[in-house]
């Protein structure tokens, strides 16, 4: 999501409140807002976009144990009636769909895939291994971290509403040691990067 008008940039995280960031920011200018679907941060890593060196880049950020529950129960959803396939197919636990996640592939439109195939790192990092972001918004402090945001791109602060909610109970009560360890062996680049642990 791009806004020209006040000069940020928000890359979308799945999983990650990004829904109800685009809501919140849409608000803002709806009618020059540009969305570019998985686009704009390959350019920007590969250095194209000059154009964009002065624009705010942010995105979100969530530990991955509470991630993958999160995605577990939405994509337990009946999802025909929107004609689209999910990799995570319903009635499945959390450590069969585990065992079964297909790698990442960009190529595949997103639908196709379950939504966290990738690490959230590598939206973040260009090439060389260097942040392209200049913020990330925490998803355990996340009102607090976008009203840091709203102040830095100069718009009011305002109270993030709450979409594509899933209900369900803490994340630890979900794992066993093997789920644990094959979320460990696949976020191993998230977790190391963010500094993630289990249980917080």
Known sequence: MISHKHKFIFLFQHKCAGISLKIALQKLDRFNLK????VLSEEYKNNQLEK???????TTKRNPFDR???AWKYLQKDF?????????????SLKDS???LPAYDKSVYEHDYIHITENQVDTILDASGKPI??????????QEDFNIVCDKIGIPQQQLPHKNKTKHKHYTEYYDD??????????????????????E
């Open 52 to 58: 964009y060196k002065d624009y705010f880049i942010f």
């Open 133 to 142: 972001t200049d913020m990330l918004i925490r998803f355990e402090n996340l």
């Open 178 to 199: 093997e789920t644990r360890e094959l979320v460990a062996q696949k976020y191993a680049k998230d977790i190391e990067y963010f500094g993630y642990e289990f249980g």
């Open 80 to 92: 025909s009636r929107f004609g689209v396939r999910r990799n995570m197919k319903r009635g499945l």
């Open 98 to 100: 585990l065992r079964n």
């Open 35 to 38: 969305f570019h679907r998985g």
């Open 68 to 70: 993958v529950v999160s």
